[in-house]
């Protein structure tokens, strides 16, 4: 069986000069952040140079944006095109700044103040190793990563100004065609694979490793391991595009560059090389000089203002999660991309309490954790899967006809020879679980049940206990705790709260509410059917076109 390319796009996006030289100014971007703009910026012929410091209160903006990550730089960026001035808002850190080891983000290995989002003890994805338990303290901080647990599951994300892209895999994957009726049915497939997705990966920057060099590279033979097995048993290997700097990396390989990714960083941010939001939309967003950014500010409330328009509740907080501030701002329009978790407890919380009473009775329902489950295999010692491996995954095993499973091959970057293969499953789960409002508690609260993993526990199986056969090898039982075999207790991929035609219209319009909009994660009726970012940003693009086309 030959490899394959999964959906590979070629990448048209814009070159990494432009990227770099984007950063620093959006970097800049983050600080400038005018306020008091006048309502209608339409009427600017040049706009005059922003006044310095983030959102004021009192302040009256055409449209604020609720986070920063895919949907929400998307509708910033069309926005400001259109000639819309933009606010957008964001709990988590701007992430400019080196810390006192000169480098803005720390390694997967070695987990710091900035790697957690308020917790007092990282909380990884892997938490054992060999037996030991890998967790350990860390001082309170606004870190990158918030491992939220919300009863029977741990969501993790992405928390500062470019949201999930700064800790994810880059992994950029446009779902089947066939499979896209089931991730979104009122959705037309045409115009999705015609127009949308191809200019998602554009204007994400998406590209794929070089198969030549795939090949004979040591920080890949993890990957050329999983693709052996793979093939010998039966299933295909897919080569899997990313957003990150494929040219850049061969220049780490090789030791002329820094290294992020050939130095195992993920997770916690990358130092170099990955195209996060912030090289991409974000900065051609800033680039318009249309769009501002709060970061540290947190919406707590929007409500309909007595003039028209919405006032909008913003708490802004230091960096151990005290409010410093509270805020009232007037927005004409309001984008909820705060994640599928971030805009699902806002809307619940809104409607629960009367903020928003328009909402509809599909607010909070649908969400599904894409079905994630983590596993690693045994390999025998004449199999080792190599002491440096580049954190950014590039191949999966595609089983989703046969069995309900796509797989990527993951890194487990180390520093050490571990003979562990190790993936993450993406599952056809069936389980959808709802976000409802605890009146006494004052918290909005998810009702997903730890027993809904073991579907995808069994789908995943029809990958590896196949391989595992053939192979003569094992589950490893030493990752996810003692004699625990399944990483189960988590998702990667939160979809679905405020679900696409059912909470809001066919275009992310919120009933009920004129210029309330959805447009993230939140709108997903809980999977894709393979990573998920490239379809959220490509349903943003198609949203926001039509938005701005009938509204504005
Ligand atoms: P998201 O990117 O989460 O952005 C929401 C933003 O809103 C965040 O910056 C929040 O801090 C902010 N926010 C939340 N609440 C508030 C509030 N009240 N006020 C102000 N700001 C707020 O949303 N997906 C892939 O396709 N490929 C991968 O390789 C991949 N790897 C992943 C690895 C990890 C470790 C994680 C955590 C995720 C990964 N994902 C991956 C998932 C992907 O990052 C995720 O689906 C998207 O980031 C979701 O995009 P949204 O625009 O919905």
Redesign the pocket.
Known sequence: MSDRTLHGNDSKGISRRGFMAGTGSLLGAVALAGQNHPAHARDRAAAPAPAAGPIESGARVPALV????????VAALRLAEAGVDVHM????MAWDTPGPDGKVFCNTTSPDYRAYWLRTRTKQ?LSNFLGFPLDKDVPRYTGI??AEEMGGITV??????????L???????TPRRANFPAILPSVDPAEMYATYYPRANAGLGVGLVDPAWFDTVDCYRFARVGRKHAQRSGFPFLFVP?VYDWDYMKQEAAGSVPKSAVAGE??YGNNHGKKSLQQTYLARARATGRVTVSPL????SVTPAPGGGYTVAIEQIDTTGTTTATKSVTADRVFF????V??S??LVRLKATGALPGLNGEIGKGWGDNGNVMCGRANHLWDPTGKVQASI?CGGIDNWDAGGAFAEIAPLPTGIETYASFYLSITRNPHRAEFTYNAAAGRVELNWQTAWKQPSIDMARTIFDRINAREGTIYRSDLFGLNKVWGDHLT????GGAVLDKATDNHGRLHGHPGLYVI???LIPGNTS?????T?TAL?ERNIEKIIAADL
Do not use: C, W
């Not at 500010?297 to 707590?300: A, E, G, L």
């Not at 991309?337 to 599928?340: F, I, K, M, Q, V």
């Open positions: 609720i986070g920063t990550g895919y949907g929400g730089s808002v964001e709990m988590g994805p990563l918030d993790y994300q992405g928390r500062g100004v470019g949201g999930g892209s800790v994810n895999g880059g992994m950029a994957v990313d993920i997770l500010h947190k919406v707590t991309a705060a994640g599928s971030g805009t407890k806002l995954p990667y991929h939160p979809l993230d994660g939140a393979v990573n998920p970012f490239v959220i943003a």
